[in-house]
Structure formats: structure tokens, C-alpha cells
């Protein structure tokens, strides 16, 4: 979601029933993901065959391609900062340049006054595959690199940032691997090591009061970082009946009215929360029943 929305809303006593209407499907991938920018909802697949931009129109209740928007652009200051495997652009002018023979960069992302990005070069020796962050503004218009505030070597080769987020003055990435890594500003630290022998992947975070959650795969369920420690809440969000407690997924999360809303593959359930209990809303599939 576009950090830069303030949400409003009103509490009742009757919220009213939960009643879902799907959207069209993007394309044929089964990995879509979506971005919100200039009060637009943007579709993309990470892979497959069909990897174009689309955006929603929700007068036609269609989806059109869209060939001038950087995917997964966000806004700061008063301008749009973007990235790409090559470099980071602010307005359409780098602030950041992978040299040639450099690697690549992955997976930016931008908060207190932090470039923060992946960087990976596996035909390097040894292999090159750390976080790195550099400290830039708006302020910082000149296309020249900023300069390397801190790096850390990843845990495993073929590690990569499945969710950004950040508490405070903390930066907080978490990996495919189940590598949680925390930057506080000064230097970076390894709050999770990754164990590619182990299931741990955290799929969203989210800012929730004075915590950070993060949906976790394979409980299915959230965990929370208070800027220190990293702590798993089981039955957050429980179980459908019936359902084994095994190889789930809390794969999206969101705030909706106060409440998180939070989605668990496989079977498409949907949970709010409204500050004292979970309550099932329902599922979005109806296959297999």
C-alpha cells in the first residue's frame, strides 16, 4: 500500500456484511502482485508469461495495460523514486548506478532517509549476495551514488528479500530463506539466520500500533517486532475448522476500518481483527469445498 494514505473511518455498531466481489483475473500467472500508486491499483506478475503492467479501471471494471508507469514506483518528497536491476532514479535521474560488471540490484526500498536494496553478483568470486543501504534525500538531486552506510552478507546464496518493512527508525527485511535482517540506522543485524533446511518465510508486514507484524509460512500465522525481539503469536489469525494446521500461509495483510485483514493460503480464508478477537469472514475460493 502507498504509505503516503491516511486512512479514516468510522466505528458502528453494525459494520455491515462481508461480501466480496472478485475482480476480473490479471492474466493467466498464478503469481500476481499488486501495488497502490496515485490512487490507482496496479497488477504485476513477478514472472511467467505475461508480465506487463496492467492497471484497474474501475468504471469499465477492467484491467488495461499500462506502458508508462514504472512498476512498483513509489512517491517521496515531491517526486517518484524507482528502481531497476541496474539503479535507483528519482524524477527519471539516477541517484544510484550498478557499474557494469557490478551485479545487479533487487528489491528496493526507501524509508527514513534510506536507499536499502539487494545487491548480487553470483559470477563474482566469492559470489556477492548482501543488503545494502546508503543514505540519500530528496535533497541529494545529484546522479552520482550516494555513499555505502552499510552492507551484510546474506546468509545463503540464493537469498532474496520476500518483505520489506519498518519500525521506527528500524529498516526490516525478510527473506525466502527465513532470514530476518535488521538495519537501526547505524549498522545492520541478523535477528533470524536462514536455514534453507527449514520452512520460515515471512510474505507481508504490516505497522499495527506501536507493533510490526508479519504473516509467517508454514503456521500460517503472524509474528510481531517491537524494535528488539522477534515473537511468534499462535492462533494469530486461527485456524478454519477442520482445516490441519500444517503448510498454511499468511500470505497478505492489510487495515481496513481499524481492523487487519489478513488472508491465508491454501484455502482462502480471510480473518479480521478488531483489537480484542479474530473473526472468520470467509473464504475466497470455492473450490475444493
Known sequence: SDR?????????????????????????????????????????????????????????GTWHVDSVTVPFSVHVGDGVLTGSTHGIAYNGRSVLDIPAGGGSLAEPYYANAFLAYRRHDRDASPPVNELVVRGWTTTDRAAKPVAEVGTIAMGTPREFVYAWGQLGDHIVAATNTGGVYVFDGVRWKTLLEPDVNVSFQIYAMLNYRDKLLMGQYPTGELFQYDGKDLRHIEEWPPAMPGVRKQAREAQTLAIYGGDIIAGVWPWGEVWKYDGSEWDFMGRMFTHPE
Open 4 to 60: 503516503r494514505l491516511l486512512h479514516f473511518y468510522v466505528t458502528t455498531a453494525e459494520q455491515g456484511s462481508f461480501k466480496p466481489v472478485a475482480l476480473p483475473r490479471v492474466n493467466d500467472n498464478a503469481g500476481v502482485y499488486l501495488f497502490e500508486y496515485d490512487n490507482r491499483l496496479f497488477a504485476k506478475s513477478r514472472g511467467g508469461r505475461d508480465s506487463k503492467l496492467r492497471v484497474w479501471d474501475a468504471e469499465r
